[in-house]
């Protein structure tokens, strides 16, 4: 059965730096997410792609977030400029269709630490 | 803002007992409510979804129920083993939206 898949599966920076998560959505998939999870609490939702472009976002996705879909296979998530609260498990996933009425299939995750 | 309540947090249950899991949203333009399964370290699987125009939808041991008036959905998972020991989470969706809104999880503890 296809897969999401993510990598790394765990990335370690200092704050102020750069860093671009990558994901691998399923193959026949249309749409993309992010979706972040801090240690203990819920999964959050980030932003949605269709289409080569953002669908939607919500308030945690500033200007510090942009996301790409750099080739045919990819979808990125980069954080231009990380703080210490961006620590968390960061979780891509893909739907067929739009994803408020169709289920959405999550990676495995990349855990970020910031230091 | 959209919210999705969940109770409770953590369960403990014996194996062979049922369990059950309760969800309440607050967007009335709701409509997908799935679940998912999240062992330790893992990523989220969806066990069992259902839409707004139906009331109850099952899955071998898993069923789940939705209240639109009330605007609740449960989780029930019947004569549970130690692998479903997990954190599941409810999570709720409108058509016009692309994004899930996750309700706070639920610890479940299957003793054997």
């Known amino acids: 059965e296809p897969e999401v898949t993510q990598t790394p599966s765990h990335q370690v920076t200092q704050m102020g730096q750069e860093v671009i998560l990558r994901c691998v959505p399923i193959s026949n998939h249309l749409y993309f997410y992010w979706y972040r999870q801090i240690l203990g609490q819920k999964v959050e939702f980030l932003v949605s792609?269709?289409?080569?472009?953002?669908?939607?976002k919500s308030e945690i996705f500033d200007d510090q977030f942009s996301v790409e879909r750099p080739d045919g296979s990819n979808f990125t998530l980069k954080i231009r400029s990380t703080k210490l609260e961006d620590s968390a498990m960061y979780f891509c996933?893909?739907?067929?269709?739009?994803?408020?009425?169709?289920?959405?299939?999550f990676g495995p995750g990349t855990r970020l630490t910031v230091l | 803002g959209e919210n999705v309540e969940q109770h409770p947090s953590t369960l403990s249950v014996q194996e062979g007992d049922s369990a059950v899991i309760k969800c309440t949203y607050s967007?009335?333009?709701?409509?997908?409510f799935p679940w998912y399964k999240q062992e330790l370290g893992k990523r989220p699987q969806l066990i069992i979804d259902i839409r707004s125009n139906v009331g109850e939808k099952k899955d071998q041991r898993i069923a789940v129920t939705l209240n639109k008036t009330a605007k609740h959905f449960s989780l029930h998972i019947t004569e549970t083993q130690p692998e479903d020991s997990a954190v599941y989470f409810c999570?709720?969706?409108?058509?016009?939206?692309?994004?899930?809104?996750f309700g706070t999880g639920t610890r479940l503890k299957v003793l054997a």
């Open positions: 999570a709720a969706s409108a058509s016009g939206t692309y994004k899930y809104i």
């Open positions: 996933a893909s739907s067929e269709w739009r994803g408020g009425t169709d289920t959405q299939y």
């Open positions: 792609f269709y289409n080569n472009e953002i669908s939607e």
């Open positions: 967007d009335s333009a709701s409509n997908y």
